[in-house]
């Protein structure tokens, strides 16, 4: 393999690769990203057995094709220190050196037959495909990846669930004390199917998203998944278990419903949490007729907070109690510009859905389980 590429180019390509690549593995070729040069196409792969990047970099020029596994972080980390100019890649196959080559001098590492590299799973017969903007998959993942749990003997709640029917597609999310579902009308796939994705693809592909414009083409079989978009693949393992019944705990007939502004209560809330119990970080809402205060206390320390906010509200007086961050988390990363918190009592959850029009084909609604509030 004899090539030259620029270094910026070549750099920009493998850091997404890097992500991939775990800090601790106990397979020591998966600490290399693998090199196949075919034509003027390098494509670069990094995996950690689980969740694996494929992608495609424009060589300048290309003497030599061929395939090697070159040291990831060894490669990544002397890169980082060059301005942008070409660099010469060669293997030289007598010592299994990479010679790396600049105008004002050279290195060499060492790099490992491709065949010693694990192949990308096969999806099997009865794979699903679907096609994803990836605008509205970005939005989707944005919108959900924070509610993730991080459960050891619940796995199926550490990823974001992709169920698809022939109506809709929806992303979940759910930690069990807070639950988003993203839905989107205008993506539906032939058939009801579903899968879990694990938290790192999911961020992984949330920040590919960011440099993409185009269709993502969604492929998955009982096993794995298959995201192909521009010139980039990323293949994850999905979480083997069944997902909730999620739609059976969304309320349906909260009959006590406040409108109020999404970032005056968000920061509302920042100012009264600094006040908060650190274990329970309990805050209290108390609604009445077009008002709502909220307060915090920790009497450990003496101290208190509370602040009024005017807000649409004309059902029953209510005194409610939150967890503090999770509320925060989730006004954070709603789009709306007034919310709607839809209540029954103080013993269930509260939905928190958009009070304004939108866009017809997105909804994104949020649960809220209530703490005890302390007397």
């Known amino acids: 393999m004899n090539f030259t590429i620029s270094s910026t180019e070549l750099l920009r390509g493998l850091l997404s690769g890097l992500r991939v690549i775990s800090n601790k593995t106990t397979t020591p ?7 196949v040069l075919k034509g003027n196409s390098l494509e ?19 003497v030599e094709e061929g395939s090697a596994a070159v040291p990831a972080r060894i490669l990544t980390d002397s890169l980082k220190e060059f ?19 600049w105008s004002t001098g050279a290195q060499k ?33 944005g919108y959900t990846l924070y509610a993730t749990a991080d459960e050891v003997l619940r796995p199926v709640m550490n990823g974001v669930l992709f169920d698809l029917t022939p109506e809709s597609t929806s992303l979940v999310a759910s930690d069990s004390h ?34 993409s414009d185009s269709d993502v083409t969604v492929t998955f079989d009982g096993k794995n998944a298959h995201f192909y ?35 005056s209560l968000l920061n509302a809330a920042k100012r009264v949490s600094v006040c908060s119990n650190q274990a329970t970080s309990s805050m209290k809402f108390s609604l009445s007729f077009n008002s709502l205060v909220i307060s915090a206390q ?22 409610i109690g939150f967890k503090s961050t999770f509320l925060i988390e989730i006004l954070s990363n709603l789009p709306y510009e007034e919310v709607c918190f839809e209540l029954a009592d103080p013993a ?28």
Not at 298 to 319: K, N, R, V, W
């Open 29 to 35: 070729i998966l600490d290399n990203f693998l090199f």
């Open 348 to 375: 269930r959850a509260a939905l928190i859905v958009a009070a304004e029009d939108h866009n017809p084909d997105e909804d994104i609604c949020s649960l809220l389980m209530p703490i005890r509030i302390p007397n």
């Open 178 to 211: 807070k639950l988003v579902c993203y839905t989107r009308t205008d993506i539906r796939s032939e058939q009801k199917s579903s899968f879990i994705l694990p938290k790192k693809p999911a961020a992984i592909l949330r920040g590919l998203l960011a440099k």
């Open 83 to 101: 301005p942008e100019m070409p660099i010469e890649f060669k293997t030289l196959e007598d010592n299994n050196t990479l010679q790396i080559s």
């Open 298 to 319: 920790d009497t450990g320390f003496s101290i208190s907070a509370h602040e009024t906010l005017p807000c649409q509200y004309d059902g029953e007086p209510m005194e």
């Open 109 to 141: 590492i060492p790099f490992f037959p491709a065949e010693y590299y694990p192949e990308l799973p096969v999806m099997d017969d009865m794979a699903v495909t679907v096609k994803i903007s990836a605008e509205s998959l970005a939005s989707g993942l």
């Open 229 to 263: 978009m521009d010139d980039c693949l990323l293949v994850g393992r999905l979480v083997d278990g069944t997902y909730p019944a999620y739609r059976t705990v969304i309320p349906k007939n909260n009959q006590n419903k406040m409108i109020i502004s999404r970032s």
């Open 44 to 62: 670069v792969t990094a995996s950690d057995s689980e969740t694996t990047l494929r992608t495609v970099i424009t060589v300048d020029e290309v």
